[in-house]
């Protein structure tokens, strides 16, 4: 993945960071339960909505086990519809592509369209390498952009900025980038967002190449979907001439009708929404209506080596709706940027370490920033099993194992700092297969915590360096468990 | 190798455990699509071989069961509830409607598509400016408003969707003028669901999905409305 995290700290050390910053933490928490709140609202107004997560999973499952076959067919049909398919194995090649592809055109310049695959390659930076400035035009990616910052949440990257900041960000950067931010500005958000509607305007306006990602493409029929709130999608993908976009090779459905699932489930998930503001969808160009060329980059970068594992592939069906990051007590107290990858939250500390390796020392981290609490399977609308992929991924990283990096099959070593963690797992195990020695073995836990190497193990130690640790209850988990059969009631994690 | 060919073999490489069933392909390799719609609303052979069975679709059509004058409702009540603006009129009430929303914007310039119904301007004497391919982005900036037809809507989400038809003209028509009116047939252009929609539409279309104006809760999830696209929508139902 891109350099853009390159230098972070390991994610507990990032994490007791953020922890410590009790602005971010307002912010988020903020943020986090209204989402949860509204969204729960929104899953409950559709009855069918577990029969819609089934087929959702179903279908990227499928695809995925059909994806040679799949993207063939996409690219031919992207063909036949008028445009031109690239593919890309790394961020580099990727990067390369769309270089050429807009010095091709002349162009100094281009708008985007929130991306996460452009993010994840190192877009922008590439781009500026090459003397050609990309205009982020989402209202929350132009904040993180004008900031000099990184976007720490998938769907509303500036998550993290309150409105005072995002207004000094505003008055002090804007006329580095172009039209200044009007005279007097105030912190209102209505004041803010016409700002940032005027400054993006001029852009928009004299764009000719807009650079996107993809929600989803139909391998049937060749056609893109972009959904989005704000019409800077819709700026982008048809004002300039030329549309490059850039989207991974997990993003196929494979016929239109699929749309009917994931348009259903993936606004519902993601603002709480029945429906988002816009959805853009095309197929190749359209004569005298929007872009006369259209450019799409396939990319892969770590996806065929995700998919090779057969515990963690089914972290290539994420749709990218975040809810999985509001509903993680991790994720709200820790922030995006802890995470340290484009993904943050439960699906990036299970894609970011498969798409890059476990070889950094936060990749390493990341299967640990979790508390395994189940509440991100219970939301994700693919059915994505993440604490089984973060269990899985601790085991990868502690004991070693059979891995696929850059299309090879190797074994991976235990990692060399997690020996003392490998022992306090050890240790762990053995306290709970013997009942009669909990209490001794909760006291074992905490004392082996302190044998851990400083970046070990994930947010506990954030967590307990920032806040008291709860009351014990009066009652058991496990004879909790037992009198009620596991809480019982509600959707069982079992199916 | 080319990335292509490398792309490709990982994928079967990575694929190597897994039992290839429901195979989307015959021998020949992928089956051609004729094309996912058709007029009766199936999807017939536009699917691969197998994937029928590969996906249990479950999930309800539409929910619950409402008459054509309900789905109407639902879909006001709706897009209200995005706070685009909504009315209701007869055909013959349509024009002096129009008339009365430029009127109440302040619009003196009104973009048109060229298939429009010329009758629906007829009652208002703002200037009509032409959808032309040459027109740049800045000259459609100067617009005040834009008035189209739409594909169709739906009621279950509030939403109407585009498909550049000739009564609703090129995409950037009702993306950068502030004021857009959309008139949507009742009931013969509204559906109550997504399904349902997406049968009736074209992808080799572009097509644009409209719910509510557009918005933004990027400042402390503080919803505002139009960052970029039109900051009024009013849609206009036409019984
Ligand atoms: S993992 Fe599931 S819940 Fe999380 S972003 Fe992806 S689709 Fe949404």
Request: hydrophobic fraction near 40%; charged fraction near 25%; proline fraction near 6%.
């Given at each position: ?8 700290p390991?994610?507990?050390k990032?994490?007791?960071e953020?922890?410590?910053n ?5 912010n ?13 609202a929104?899953?409950?107004e559709?009855s069918?909505w ?16 059909h ?6 067919q996409?690219?031919e049909?992207?063909?036949a519809?008028g445009g031109?398919?690239?593919?890309a ?5 990727a ?14 310049e ?5 991306s996460m ?22 209202l929350?990616?132009l ?19 309150n ?19 009007p ?7 209505a004041e803010?967002a016409e ?5 993006l305007?001029?852009k ?12 989803f ?7 893109l979907?972009?959904v989005?709130?704000e019409?800077n ?5 048809t004002?300039?001439?030329t549309?490059?976009s850039?989207?991974g090779?997990e993003k196929i459905?494979?016929?239109w ?16 929404e029945r429906m988002?503001?816009y959805?853009?969808?095309?197929t ?7 872009p ?6 396939l990319?892969d ?6 998919l090779?594992?057969?515990v ?10 975040s ?6 007590p991790?994720?709200?107290?820790a922030?995006g940027h802890?995470y ?5 939250g ?9 798409l ?8 390493a ?5 979790s508390?395994l609490?189940?509440?991100?399977y219970?939301?994700?609308p693919?059915a994505?099993?993440?604490p089984e992929?973060?269990?899985h ?9 059979p891995?696929?990096l850059?299309?090879n099959?190797?074994v ?10 490998r022992?306090a797992?050890r ?10 020695a909990l ?12 044998l ?10 954030a967590?307990?360096g ?7 209850p ?15 009631a ?5 199916k | 190798m080319?990335s292509r060919?490398q792309?490709l073999?990982r994928?079967?490489r ?19 699509s004729d ?5 009766d ?5 536009g699917?691969?071989?197998?994937y029928e ?8 059509r539409?929910h ?5 004058a309900?789905?109407?409702e639902?879909?006001a009540?709706n ?7 909504v ?11 129009i ?18 119904d ?8 703002v ?6 391919a ?5 000259e459609?900036d ?8 739409c594909a169709?809507?739906?009621?279950e989400t509030?939403t109407i ?5 000739p ?7 009702t ?16 559906v ?6 997406l049968?009736r539409?074209d ?6 999905w ?9 400042i ?16 206009v139902?036409?019984?």
């Amino acid at each position: 993945m891109s350099g853009t995290f390159v230098g972070m700290p390991a994610f507990p050390k990032a994490a007791q960071e953020a922890v410590g910053n009790p602005t971010l933490r307002a912010n988020l928490r903020h943020a986090t339960h209204t989402i949860r709140a509204k969204r729960a609202a929104a899953v409950a107004e559709v009855s069918d909505w577990a029969a819609l997560r089934e087929a959702g999973k179903q279908i990227k499952d499928h695809t995925l086990r059909h994806l040679d076959r799949y993207l063939v067919q996409l690219e031919e049909s992207v063909t036949a519809a008028g445009g031109t398919v690239h593919w890309a194995a790394d961020a580099d090649e990727a990067n390369r592509i769309v270089t050429r592809l807009v010095k091709e055109t002349g162009e100094s310049e281009v708008v985007k369209v929130k991306s996460m695959a452009t993010q994840e390659i190192g877009l922008n930076e590439a781009l500026e390498a090459e003397g050609i400035r990309a205009y982020e035009t989402d209202l929350a990616e132009l904040i993180v952009q004008l900031g000099k910052d990184r976007p720490s949440h998938i769907l509303v990257p500036a998550i993290h900025r309150n409105r005072g900041e995002i207004r000094d960000i505003f008055a002090a950067e804007m006329s580095e980038w172009g039209r200044p931010a009007p005279e007097g500005l105030t912190d209102t958000p209505a004041e803010l967002a016409e700002a940032a509607r005027l400054h993006l305007r001029e852009k928009f306006l004299r764009a000719r190449v807009g650079v996107s990602g993809a929600n989803f493409m139909v391998a049937e029929t060749g056609t893109l979907v972009v959904v989005e709130s704000e019409g800077n999608g819709r700026m982008c993908l048809t004002l300039p001439e030329t549309l490059i976009s850039v989207v991974g090779i997990e993003k196929i459905v494979p016929t239109w009708r699929d749309l009917e699932v994931f348009l259903q489930t993936l606004p519902r998930s993601s603002t709480a929404e029945r429906m988002n503001p816009y959805t853009s969808t095309w197929t190749g160009t359209t004569d005298g209506d929007g872009p006369r060329t259209f450019h799409l980059v396939l990319l892969d970068n770590g996806r065929t080596d995700t998919l090779a594992d057969e515990v963690g592939r089914q972290a290539l069906r994420c749709i990218r709706c975040s809810a999985c990051l509001n509903v993680c007590p991790v994720y709200e107290r820790a922030g995006g940027h802890a995470y340290g990858s484009v993904y943050p939250g439960p699906i990036g500390a299970i894609l970011s370490p498969q798409l890059r390796g476990t070889g950094s020392e936060i990749d390493a981290s990341l299967p640990y920033a979790s508390s395994l609490c189940g509440a991100c399977y219970e939301v994700c609308p693919v059915a994505i099993d993440i604490p089984e992929v973060l269990v899985h991924l601790r085991e990868r990283v502690v004991q070693g194992g059979p891995v696929t990096l850059e299309g090879n099959r190797t074994v991976l070593k235990p990692a060399k700092g997690h020996a003392a963690e490998r022992a306090a797992m050890r240790a762990a195990r053995w306290a709970f297969a013997r009942p009669g020695a909990l209490r001794a073995g909760q006291r074992l836990a905490s004392r082996t915590r302190r044998l851990h190497p400083r970046t070990l193990p994930g947010p506990g130690r954030a967590w307990s360096g920032s806040r008291d640790l709860p009351p014990v209850p009066a009652e058991p988990f496990r004879d909790w468990w037992q009198r009620t059969n596991g809480g019982d009631a509600g959707e069982g994690r079992a199916k | 190798m080319s990335s292509r060919e490398q792309i490709l073999g990982r994928v079967r490489r990575a694929l190597a455990d897994v039992p290839r069933d429901g195979a989307p392909d015959g021998p020949d390799g992928p089956k051609k699509s004729d094309g996912p719609n058709r007029s009766d609303g199936s999807h017939g052979p536009g699917q691969v071989a197998g994937y029928e069975e590969a996906v249990a679709r479950e999930y309800l059509r539409e929910h619950g069961e409402r008459s054509a004058a309900q789905t109407a409702e639902l879909l006001a009540e709706n897009l209200a509830d995005y706070r685009a603006l909504v009315h209701r009129c007869t055909e013959d009430e349509l024009p002096s409607l129009i008339g009365r929303l430029f009127a109440d914007h302040g619009t003196r310039t009104v973009l048109a598509p060229a298939g429009l119904d010329p009758a629906w301007l007829s009652a208002t004497d703002v200037e009509r400016v032409e959808d032309r391919a040459e027109s740049t982005a800045h000259e459609l900036d100067g617009v005040d408003s834009v008035v189209t037809a739409c594909a169709v809507a739906i009621a279950e989400t509030g939403t109407i969707v585009l498909d550049g038809g000739p009564d609703q003209g090129r995409r950037r028509i009702t993306l950068v003028p502030d004021h857009h009116v959309c008139v949507v047939r009742v009931p013969g252009q509204v559906v109550s669901s997504v399904p349902q929609a997406l049968e009736r539409l074209d992808p080799a279309r572009p097509l644009t999905w409209i719910s509510g104006p557009s918005a933004t809760s990027d400042i402390e999830l503080d919803r505002v409305e139009g960052v970029h696209g039109p900051r009024t929508l009013e849609v206009v139902l036409v019984d």
